[in-house]
């Protein structure tokens, strides 16, 4: 049973580049989030998704963008990275209802 | 707007301690779900408890016990006879019923340190 499962672990990107955060869950839920973890912050929500075909922003959409073609996959896009954007990124999954969500393993990305 | 307030930044204990963890809330909606996760120093999140806010009964599970609190917006945790591998970040989150998808909004986190 993997959950929720991220890749890659680890990235080092230059200003400028792009590239897309892998998020996959085999637990068929409808909901899936992005979050982005920075030190005092806590979790702050980017983008997330009530089912296929539909995605929202959350707190903290700016520079990302986020498709979702499948229930399974939920992929984040970094179009032109920012050092602003170095942090450690969580996908999430859950039910449709009030259930608690089920954390990836996270993605810790360093923009320079 | 929903908001979740941990006030304490970093707590340090000697092993078997208690520790107490407040978390305040702000929500205008009247149903409510509040969450605590833990963060080990290997980064994963690990989902500890949920309480709806019709439910105010205190909850206990080993060393674990949840005090919710309407009256006061609070949602405090605390670990008893603190032992080394308590040592984590501790979020509180709070999720409203009303919000599209039940997003989850996180306060900034509780580091605990247990010292042997």
Same mark, same amino acid.
């Not at chain 1, 400028?16 to 085999?26: E, K, P």
């Not at chain 1, 520079?63 to 073609?69: D, L």
């Not at chain 2, 205008?28 to 080990?40: A, E, I, S, V």
């Not at chain 2, 408890?49 to 005090?67: K, V």
């Given at each position: 049973?993997?959950?929720?499962?991220? /890749?890659?672990?680890?990235? $080092?990107?230059?200003?400028?580049?792009?590239?897309?955060?892998?998020?996959?869950?085999?637990?068929?839920? @409808? *909901?899936?989030?992005?979050?982005?973890?920075?030190?005092?912050?806590? =979790?702050? =929500?980017?983008? *997330?998704?009530?089912?296929?075909?539909?995605?929202?922003?959350?707190?903290?959409?700016?520079? *990302?963008?986020? #498709?979702?073609?499948?229930?399974?996959?939920?992929? =984040?896009? &970094?179009? #032109?990275?920012?050092?602003?954007?170095?942090?450690?990124?969580?996908?999430?999954?859950?039910?449709?209802?009030?259930?608690?969500?089920?954390?990836?393993?996270?993605?810790?990305?360093?923009?320079? | 707007?929903?908001?979740?307030?941990?006030?304490?930044?970093?707590?340090?204990?000697?092993?078997?301690?208690?520790?107490? &963890?407040?978390?305040?809330?702000?929500?205008?909606?009247?149903? *409510?779900?509040?969450?605590?996760?833990?963060?080990?120093?290997?980064? @994963?999140? $690990?989902? &500890?408890?949920?309480?709806? #806010?019709?439910?105010?009964?205190?909850?206990?599970?080993?060393?674990?016990?949840?005090?919710?609190?309407?009256?006061?917006?609070?949602?405090?945790?605390?670990?008893?006879?603190?032992?080394?591998?308590?040592?984590? $970040?501790? %979020?509180?989150?709070?999720?409203?019923?009303?919000?599209?998808?039940?997003? =989850?909004? %996180?306060?900034?986190? /509780?580091?605990?340190?247990?010292?042997?």
């Amino acid at each position: 049973n993997a959950g929720v499962t991220q /890749t890659p672990k680890f990235q $080092v990107l230059k200003t400028g580049q792009s590239m897309t955060l892998q998020c996959a869950q085999d637990m068929n839920h @409808e *909901y899936m989030s992005w979050y982005r973890q920075d030190p005092g912050m806590g =979790l702050r =929500l980017i983008h *997330y998704s009530v089912g296929a075909g539909i995605t929202d922003q959350g707190e903290v959409p700016n520079g *990302y963008n986020v #498709s979702r073609s499948t229930t399974e996959d939920f992929p =984040l896009r &970094l179009l #032109s990275a920012a050092p602003s954007q170095t942090s450690v990124y969580f996908c999430a999954s859950k039910r449709q209802d009030n259930q608690p969500q089920h954390f990836g393993d996270g993605t810790r990305l360093s923009i320079l | 707007a929903q908001k979740v307030t941990q006030a304490q930044t970093e707590i340090s204990v000697v092993e078997k301690e208690d520790v107490t &963890l407040d978390c305040v809330y702000e929500t205008r909606d009247t149903t *409510y779900y509040l969450f605590w996760y833990k963060q080990p120093p290997s980064g @994963e999140l $690990v989902f &500890l408890i949920r309480r709806n #806010s019709f439910d105010e009964q205190n909850e206990i599970s080993g060393r674990y016990s949840w005090n919710f609190q309407k009256s006061t917006s609070s949602f405090n945790f605390t670990i008893t006879a603190s032992q080394v591998v308590d040592s984590a $970040v501790y %979020f509180c989150a709070l999720s409203e019923n009303k919000a599209a998808g039940n997003k =989850l909004t %996180f306060g900034g986190g /509780t580091r605990v340190l247990v010292k042997p």
